[in-house]
């Protein structure tokens, strides 16, 4: 049985998790701008686009947020791995192939950001959003345990 104080800890990550999903997309908008400019040739990508940026910061502290969230999972993640249980838990299986697309794509810019990297990264990001918005529906009924 799981404590009320620990439930209560993942609940607060779980709304964190929510909330930096919703920053992530709601600064992405910061590039619109970036991404005209680029197609007018006036600026080069690597001016465009800047580390130092709200989409950059919100990101690494939701990928960070997420390492918390599969950290507190990883009884789940062994007995899914043990009992190779991958058929029965879909929706986990491909949101973390999603998280580890994701976490490549980042790894992507860093070795040398292009207009194709951007491209991939979205396309990730989509999925990765796709999936994270259904295992967060269907688990609903957990997070409201959680603070109940």
């Excluded at 400019?37 to 910061?57: G, K, Q, T, Y």
């Excluded at 790894?107 to 979205?122: D, E, K, R, Y």
């Excluded at 796709?130 to 609903?140: D, L, S, V, Y």
Aim: with cysteine.
């Amino acid at each position: 049985m799981i404590s009320n104080r620990k439930l209560l800890r993942k609940g607060i990550i779980d709304v964190a998790l929510l909330l930096g999903l919703i920053g992530c997309i709601i600064s992405t908008t910061v590039f619109e701008k970036s991404k005209e400019a680029i197609r007018n040739n006036s600026v080069s990508v690597e001016d465009a686009f800047p580390w130092v940026n709200l989409h950059s910061i919100v990101g690494i502290i939701f990928i960070v947020i997420v390492l918390i969230h599969l950290w507190l999972h990883r009884s789940f993640f062994k007995v899914v791995m043990t009992k190779k249980l991958y058929s029965r838990n879909r929706i986990s299986t491909f949101l973390i192939v999603a998280f580890i697309l994701i976490v490549f794509s980042i790894l992507l810019f860093i070795s040398g950001f292009t207009i194709t990297t951007l491209h991939v990264h979205g396309f990730i990001a989509f999925i990765f959003v796709a999936i994270a918005t259904i295992h967060f529906i269907t688990k609903f009924n957990q997070f409201v345990r959680c603070f109940k």
